[in-house]
């Protein structure tokens, strides 16, 4: 051991890996905490604590290969996160604004930054243009506070995001064009090169990529290490790809976000290791080599490179400002949704620092320009960063007081597990319903039959329901576990609803009928003759995250039913966890209850709908679903309303249909009384879907499309 410690010599940067990896995470754990009681954003604390210790501070460490991967990697991070968790249903709804934003936030800093360095600064038109595209564009450097807020799938958040990609991709095609220029090989070829490029690019993106991962999640669905190894792989795949095409890395990131979004739900497993290791090494690793950058010697240099550094940071931060207030008179927004606009769209990195060193490299800017642009970069940073802490603060509170989710009580779902290979299936189906934020445990049953084999039976069930706990636990979801020994199953499920006050009970599919069962029923059967619970039987044959559309079926005078309105919530709940589209497909005045609800209590929820009797369902859903579609089956109890002898084939006719498809058969919650007076819809004020029928031919193209 002692040769070993006279070996280790201490020297300034230090270049020991064990001890510059062992100083990053003393400060990635301390920084924060500390910068926290100061009443300054940790975001902020890491960009100071990057200045201090870098190498224009004390120089502890130096801004070396290492340091530029891991910042590299947290950068991506960023961008691919943010593509990641929007909602891309509100994206598209916003997109419009999002591409008018983004022209804004980028023509008006761009205009302001050509005629301050030409008119004041009397740089050469090229020079000017360059700094007008350093002034354009910006870098989400705030986005993981918009995050941990909760704000994230806020309208305004989201038309940020899309007018930053394109105000950052429009910098980076014309700094394409300046490098053209500089390098003189501007012609059609090079314009044709460049189209072809963004074709091929897009083309990769969004037909290959989602393809590749729907192949790769439904094939090696149970590793789930190589899941996120794979994740990544695509993320730096993107990267390449972009910089081929002629672009930043960044844009290939996000780019990998919006095309993986669908197949990744914020609820999973994979979300959660993406975020947790994200947000604990690599993004705060981005943000100590921002302020590793910075050369504080700049603001001793003298007088006129201060003016220069004053003059390109108020620029900078007035003409963002200038976007942001144009775009709240547009939008009709607040103060406060405009300060988060503002705030996200400050802050320069990654892109800035792209434009300033082809600029500097090719001699066009000067060492002064290069020190003032870094400067500038502390100096955005640090605003963006505390105008989004501010603003986003009270934009979370406005949110959660103006635009609340539909009022519904607190979930208590149970769900009976016995074999582990199907277990994972209905935990991760609980997480999709299961209202976010609850604090109702989710209960994991296993129920032990009663005979001499009954205390070895409780103590081989201690262990799975350990695995169901630990994997619910991991979410941050609260979860119980719970053991039944009882004469048959179902009485024993039954008793644990009613003790447990359960109003979710979630189930896997049987496909094979015992003797006994045929003549005295299923499991099922005799669970929904002695509950009125909601239940879920699930046939699952691929990942839930692999579900592009959901196809609800909607039985005739299902909405005079008492469990209407939670059926149609927990639809919807899953739609939003899957990034899946929706679409009705049933009875004329059902459809209309639907299309009620959608339009009243969410805001008008993008659905399609599609008439038919109970009878032509299946013939029409064949028609536009394919295998990576769910089918969401309401069924109904014997004797309800709306139950009936065809109703209760439908599951079977269906999984017999669609084999390769997920399959939810859905038993509503049922009312003591069975019938209630039309869910507070009366039947005059339904709205007639008379057209629906002339509507279905451009709806099965739009689905084919």
């Given at each position: 051991m002692?040769?070993?410690?006279?070996?280790?010599h201490?020297?300034?940067?230090?270049?020991?890996?064990?001890?510059?990896?062992?100083?990053?995470?003393?400060?990635?754990?301390?920084?924060?905490?500390?910068?926290?009681?100061?009443?300054?954003?940790?975001?902020?604390?890491?960009i100071?604590?990057?200045?201090?210790?870098g190498?224009?501070?004390?120089?502890?460490?130096?801004?070396?290969?290492?340091?530029?991967?891991?910042?590299?990697?947290?950068?991506?991070?960023?961008?691919?996160?943010?593509?990641?968790?929007?909602?891309?249903?509100?994206?598209?709804?916003?997109?419009?604004?999002?591409?008018?934003?983004?022209l804004?936030?980028?023509?008006?800093?761009?205009?302001?930054?050509?005629?301050?360095?030409?008119?004041?600064?009397?740089?050469?038109p090229?020079?000017?243009?360059?700094?007008?595209?350093?002034?354009?564009?910006?870098?989400?450097?705030?986005?993981?506070?918009?995050?941990?807020?909760?704000?994230?799938k806020?309208?305004?958040?989201?038309?940020?995001?899309?007018?930053t990609?394109?105000?950052?991709s429009?910098?980076?095609?014309?700094?394409?064009?300046?490098?053209?220029?500089?390098?003189?090989?501007?012609?059609?070829?090079?314009?044709?090169?460049?189209?072809?490029?963004?074709?091929a690019?897009?083309w990769?993106l969004?037909?290959?990529?989602?393809?590749?991962?729907?192949?790769?999640?439904?094939?090696?669905?149970?590793?789930?290490?190589?899941?996120?190894?794979?994740?990544l792989?695509?993320?730096?795949?993107?990267a390449?790809?972009?910089?081929?095409?002629?672009f930043?890395?960044?844009?290939?990131?996000?780019?990998?976000?919006?095309?993986l979004?669908?197949?990744i739900?914020?609820?999973?497993?994979?979300m959660?290791?993406?975020?947790?290791?994200?947000?604990?090494?690599?993004?705060?690793?981005?943000?100590?080599?921002?302020?590793?950058m910075?050369?504080v010697?700049?603001?001793?240099?003298?007088?006129?490179?201060?003016?220069?550094?004053?003059?390109l940071?108020?620029?900078?931060?007035?003409?963002?400002?200038i976007?942001?207030?144009?775009?709240?008179?547009?939008?009709?927004?607040?103060?406060?949704?405009?300060?988060?606009?503002?705030?996200?769209?400050?802050?320069r990195?990654?892109?800035?620092?792209?434009?300033?060193?082809v600029g500097?490299?090719?001699?066009?800017?000067?060492?002064?320009?290069?020190?003032a642009?870094?400067a500038?970069?502390?100096?955005?940073?640090?605003?963006?960063?505390?105008?989004?802490?501010?603003?986003?603060?009270?934009?979370?509170?406005?949110?959660?007081?103006?635009?609340p989710?539909?009022?519904?009580?607190?979930?208590?779902?149970?769900?009976?597990?016995?074999?582990?290979?199907?277990?994972?299936?209905?935990?991760?189906?609980?997480?999709?319903?299961?209202?976010?934020?609850?604090?109702?445990?989710?209960?994991a049953l296993?129920?032990?039959?009663d005979?001499?084999?009954a205390?070895?039976?409780?103590?081989?069930?201690?262990?799975?329901?350990?695995?169901?706990?630990?994997?619910l636990?991991?979410?941050?979801?609260?979860?119980?576990?719970?053991?039944?020994?009882?004469?048959?199953?179902?009485n024993?499920i039954?008793?644990?609803?009613?003790?447990?006050?359960?109003?979710?009970?979630?189930m896997?599919?049987n496909?094979?009928?015992?003797?006994?069962?045929?003549?005295?029923g299923?499991?099922?059967?005799?669970?929904?003759?002695?509950?009125?619970?909601?239940?879920?039987v699930?046939?699952?044959?691929?990942?839930?995250?692999?579900?592009?559309?959901?196809?609800?079926?909607?039985?005739?005078?299902?909405h005079?039913?008492?469990?209407?309105?939670q059926?149609?919530?927990?639809?919807?709940?899953?739609?939003?966890?899957?990034?899946?589209?929706l679409?009705f497909?049933?009875?004329?005045?059902?459809?209309?209850?639907?299309?009620?609800?959608?339009?009243?209590?969410?805001?008008?929820?993008?659905?399609?709908?599609?008439?038919?009797?109970?009878?032509?369902?299946?013939?029409?859903?064949?028609?536009?679903a394919?295998?990576?579609?769910?089918?969401?089956?309401?069924?109904?109890?014997?004797?309800?309303?709306s139950?009936?002898?065809?109703?209760?084939?439908l599951?079977?006719?269906?999984?017999?249909q669609?084999?390769?498809?997920?399959?939810?058969?859905?038993?509503?919650?049922q009312?003591?009384?069975t019938i209630?007076?039309?869910?507070?819809?009366?039947?005059?004020?339904?709205p007639?879907?008379?057209?629906?029928?002339?509507?279905n031919?451009?709806?099965?193209?739009?689905?084919?499309?």
């Open positions: 002692t040769p070993l410690l006279l070996s280790f201490f020297h300034m940067p230090l270049e020991e890996p064990i001890a510059v990896f062992g100083l990053v995470l003393i400060i990635l754990l301390v920084a924060p905490l500390l910068f926290s009681r100061m009443k300054i954003p940790g975001i902020i604390g890491l100071i604590s990057g200045v201090l210790i190498p224009f501070g004390f120089g502890v460490l130096a801004r070396d290969s290492v340091v530029e991967l891991f910042s590299t990697i947290g950068i991506l991070y960023i961008m691919f996160l943010a593509g990641l968790e929007l909602e891309l249903n509100e994206f598209l709804k916003n997109r419009v604004r999002s591409i008018i934003f983004g804004l936030t980028f023509s008006v800093p761009f205009l302001f930054g050509f005629a301050v360095a030409f008119k004041l600064l009397e740089y050469p090229t020079a000017s243009f360059i700094v007008g595209l350093m002034l354009a564009s910006h870098t989400l450097l705030a986005y993981p506070i918009a995050s941990k807020l909760g704000i994230h806020n309208r305004v958040v989201m038309i940020t995001v899309g007018g990609i394109l105000a950052d429009l910098v980076l095609i014309l700094l394409a064009v300046v490098n053209g220029l500089i390098e003189g090989d501007i012609g059609i070829y090079f314009w044709i090169k460049l189209l072809l490029s963004m074709m690019f897009l990769i969004f037909y290959v990529f989602p393809r590749i991962g729907r192949w790769f999640f439904k094939n090696i669905e149970s590793e789930k290490n190589s899941q996120f190894i794979f994740v792989t695509m993320v730096f795949i993107a390449i790809l972009a910089e081929i095409a002629g930043e890395a960044i844009i290939g990131a996000f780019m990998c976000g919006l095309a979004n669908r197949l739900p914020a609820e999973s497993p994979l959660n290791r993406l975020e947790f290791v994200g947000n604990s090494i690599f993004i705060p690793f981005f943000l100590l080599s921002v302020g590793m910075v050369d010697q700049v603001f001793m240099s003298g007088i006129s490179l201060l003016i220069l550094v004053g003059l940071t108020i620029t900078a931060i007035s003409s963002k400002w976007a942001a207030y144009i775009s709240q008179k547009s939008f009709h927004l607040n103060a406060t949704q405009r300060n988060v606009i503002f705030g996200l769209s400050n802050a990195a990654a892109a800035t620092i792209a434009v300033v060193l500097y490299n090719a001699g066009i800017l000067s060492d002064d320009l290069l020190n642009s870094i500038m970069v502390l100096v955005t940073s640090l605003v963006g960063s505390l105008v989004t802490e501010k603003a986003g603060k009270k934009l979370a509170q406005m949110q959660n007081k103006y635009n989710e539909p009022e519904v009580p607190d979930d208590r779902i149970l769900i009976p597990v016995s074999n582990p290979a199907t277990m994972e299936y209905l935990l991760d189906f609980a997480l999709a319903i299961r209202k976010p934020g609850g604090s109702c445990p989710v209960m296993t129920v032990i039959k005979t001499n084999n205390r070895e039976d409780v103590r081989q069930s201690r262990e799975l329901l350990h695995q169901a706990i630990h994997y636990t991991s979410f941050g979801v609260p979860a119980e576990a719970v053991t039944r020994i009882d004469m048959n199953v179902a024993g039954v008793r644990a609803l009613n003790e447990r006050t359960a109003n979710e009970l979630i896997g599919w496909d094979k009928l015992s003797t006994s069962e045929f003549f005295f299923t499991t099922l059967d005799r669970v929904l003759k002695n509950c009125t619970r909601m239940v879920y699930l046939k699952q044959q691929q990942p839930w995250n692999t579900n592009e559309d959901i196809f609800v079926t909607v039985p005739a005078l299902s005079f039913e008492t469990g209407f309105t059926w149609v919530d927990k639809a919807i709940a899953m739609a939003k966890h899957l990034t899946a589209r679409h497909v049933g009875d004329e005045q059902g459809l209309a209850a639907v299309h009620h609800r959608l339009t009243h209590e969410y805001g008008k929820f993008p659905a399609h709908y599609l008439a038919c009797s109970l009878l032509e369902i299946p013939e029409a859903i064949e028609k536009i394919d295998s990576n579609d769910l089918l969401f089956v309401i069924s109904a109890r014997k004797g309800t309303l139950g009936s002898d065809e109703l209760d084939s599951p079977r006719k269906l999984i017999g669609f084999p390769k498809n997920n399959i939810v058969t859905v038993f509503p919650f009312d003591e009384d209630r007076q039309s869910q507070g819809y009366p039947i005059t004020s339904l007639k879907f008379n057209s629906l029928r002339r509507l031919k451009n709806w099965l193209q739009s689905k084919k499309s």
